[in-house]
């Protein structure tokens, strides 16, 4: 089982560009949620998808959108980028039913540097 | 509405001696309370995770935590720390049941010296 999978592993872009990034979950999760870390700080929750559809959402702007994939691959988008969104995205999988109560499992991350 | 707020920001220890890393939280219903561990430049890894089951949780690498609900704490403590210990550790909540949304602390920083 190869975990939870992220890429890419670094990017760097510039003000006002899109960006995209993506995640595999782990064999068996059906749930991806996805978290930005910013320098020194603690992984703050973007949204969470299932079935397809977006089910719970942090406070982030609609900037921030997503779309997970029959496969349950998941991934992010960040339109006109902001220097402040440089940051750590992290990527959670776990089953939305009937597995321990909300343990995620988490990605490497990817690692967003925005100029 | 839940919380976290992990009292220190930095812990430093000598080798061999115990660790204690301080979190209370704060939640409107039953909660699900997690320590993960995040070692530079890799992922967070899940140390131990309380469920309304015993209130002492034993997790991996000799760390444990108790929960407290009339102090609203879950301390994570160690015997005795090894150098490998070093990293940054996040107390985290969640509400009980299906899949949802992790709020996490700030971090502890913790450092390890000889």
């Known amino acids: 089982d190869a975990g939870v999978t992220q890429s890419p592993t670094h990017l760097i872009k510039t003000r006002g560009q899109q960006v995209t990034l993506r995640c595999s979950p782990k064999s068996g999760h059906d749930t991806v949620s996805w978290y930005q870390q910013a320098l020194g700080q603690g992984p703050q929750f973007i949204f969470q998808y299932y079935e397809e559809e977006e089910r719970q959402r942090g406070n982030f702007p609609d900037r921030f959108s997503g779309h997970q994939f029959p496969n349950y691959s998941s991934e992010l988008n960040v339109n006109a980028l902001l220097l402040g969104d440089s940051a750590l995205y992290l990527c959670?999988?776990?089953?939305?039913?009937?597995?321990?109560?909300?343990?995620?499992?988490f990605g490497p991350g990817t690692r967003l540097t925005v100029l | 509405a839940q919380s976290v707020t992990q009292l220190d920001s930095h812990v430093s220890v000598s080798e061999g001696t115990p660790v204690l890393l301080r979190c209370n939280y704060s939640s409107s219903y039953s909660p699900s309370l997690f320590w993960y561990v995040q070692h530079p430049n890799k992922g967070l890894q899940l140390l131990l995770k309380y469920t309304s089951a015993a209130t002492l949780v034993k997790g991996i690498n000799g760390f444990e935590a108790e929960f407290k609900k009339s102090e609203t704490s879950f301390h994570l403590t160690k015997p005795s720390a090894h150098m490998s210990d070093a990293a940054e550790y996040f107390c985290v909540v969640s509400p009980t049941g299906t899949a949802s949304k992790l709020t996490f602390g700030t971090g502890t920083r913790l450092q390890v010296t000889l």
């Open positions: 959670a999988s776990s089953p939305w039913a009937g597995g321990p109560a909300n343990e995620q499992f």
